[in-house]
């Protein structure tokens, strides 16, 4: 898939606001409304952008502690690997995972009501698991998305 400017404009818009309106993506990337709708529209066929997504306010659902919960497994097979990330991934105080190479094999990004309910959590979802040889958890005082993407691929700017 080969991107040019007006691509990387229009994903630089809609990463900052999903729901800006087609007529306004055209006008402030300088091109035809239809020309907007039709680009668009083969960045979502192609694959360049994955999906839309909303950001909730965490309070409003519950969230009052957010952690970064850093697992260390004992062993590294891919049916060990893939059986935790999937553990993991069903779990839905479970917001984000990433997958690391260095001394931690997982980093989770968790979202609880309180200190009880991480507590209760890290002993549940991690070290019950027979394949977690350590766990370090961080609490999240501040989470803020940036909605800028640096792009790499040719003459973007």
Avoid: C, K, W
């Avoid at 979502?44 to 309070?59: K, M, T, W």
Wanted: hydrophobic share 45%; no cysteine.
């Amino acid at each position: 898939m080969r991107l040019d400017r007006t691509d990387f404009a229009l994903i630089r818009l809609l990463r900052n606001n999903a729901r800006t309106p087609n007529n306004a993506l055209a006008e402030q990337v300088g091109i035809a409304a239809s020309t907007a709708l039709q680009r668009v529209r083969h960045l979502q066929a192609s694959g360049a952008i994955l999906g839309y997504h909303a950001e909730v306010a965490p309070a409003a659902v519950g969230i009052g502690l957010q952690a970064m919960v850093a697992a260390r497994l004992t062993r590294h097979s891919r049916a060990l690997v893939e059986s935790f990330h999937d553990h993991l991934l069903s779990l839905p105080e479970v917001l984000s995972l990433y997958h690391l190479a260095g001394a931690d094999d997982f980093l989770a990004h968790v979202g609880v009501r309180d200190s009880d309910h991480l507590r209760d959590f890290a002993l549940s979802a991690f070290t019950d698991r027979p394949e977690v040889a350590h766990i370090e958890t961080r609490l999240i005082f501040e989470f803020r998305r940036n909605p800028e993407l640096p792009i790499y691929l040719g003459d973007a700017t």
